[in-house]
């Protein structure tokens, strides 16, 4: 079955510093795969998606993604930090054809410290 | 502006009665969703609806019934069968569910507590 795995259910960084949060997925065929935030008692929104076009995704916020088939991996990065990032950040997948589902992660809170 | 809305945002009830949560979209989306989401379990996929008059049941359907009787509005009722209810709602949309990347349009999100 499929599976989206977020290494670390919190991260925390400085303020100016590198944000890192790891995705990785399970899966034959690479799928959709996606990264949201939500802010404190909100929905979702999403940040960005990668739909093979292109292995390096960009977002809103300056945050960007790679795909890496190889590392089954779709990690999030932003090079500089700041405090209004401090969020939950999703990481899901959604195989091709009829599988309809998307596959969570149980996410990563992120904490930016001034 | 488009966009998803949940009401109310927070809710309480008494253990043994059912409550429902309200979920209106304009976006013209044909596919609608319910997740809950607690703490440290990321979303779980409660009812999906890809067409009015149709839904399916997600994984923890359970205690729960849905109704699509309009394309924007799908509308979720928290029964007296569902033992822990106490939890973060979320309803979404999408174009589709068929195939492709369809990204999901949320709403804000209903707070359900038990007392």
């Known amino acids: 079955a499929q599976s989206v795995t977020q290494l670390g259910s919190h991260v925390s960084v400085s303020e100016g510093a590198l944000v890192l949060l790891r995705c990785n997925y399970s899966s034959s065929v690479p799928p959709y795969l996606f990264w949201y935030v939500q802010y404190p008692n909100q929905g979702l929104q999403l940040l960005l998606k990668y739909t093979s076009a292109a292995t390096l995704v960009k977002g809103i916020n300056g945050f960007e993604a790679e795909f890496k088939k190889s590392e089954t991996s779709f990690h999030l990065t932003k090079p500089s930090a700041h405090m209004s990032d401090a969020a939950e950040y999703f990481c899901a997948a959604k195989g091709a054809g009829n599988n309809r589902k998307l596959i969570w992660g149980l996410g990563t809170s992120l904490a930016v410290n001034p | 502006d488009g966009g998803i809305t949940q009401s109310p945002k927070y809710l309480f009830r008494k253990e043994g009665q059912n409550v429902t949560l309200s979920c209106e979209q304009n976006?013209?989306?044909?596919?609608m969703y319910w997740y809950r989401q607690d703490p440290g379990q990321g979303l779980r996929l409660i009812y999906y609806?890809?067409?009015?008059?149709?839904?399916q049941k997600g994984d923890i359907a359970e205690g729960y019934s849905v109704s699509r009787e309009k394309k924007e509005s799908f509308p979720l009722t928290v029964t007296s069968a569902q033992k822990n209810p106490t939890a973060f709602y979320l309803c979404?949309?999408?174009?589709?569910?068929?195939?492709?990347?369809?990204?999901?349009?949320f709403g804000a999100g209903s707070r359900l507590t038990v007392l």
């Open positions: 979404a949309s999408s174009i589709s569910t068929v195939g492709g990347a369809n990204v999901l349009t």
């Open positions: 609806s890809q067409i009015v008059n149709d839904f």
């Open positions: 976006l013209n989306h044909d596919a």
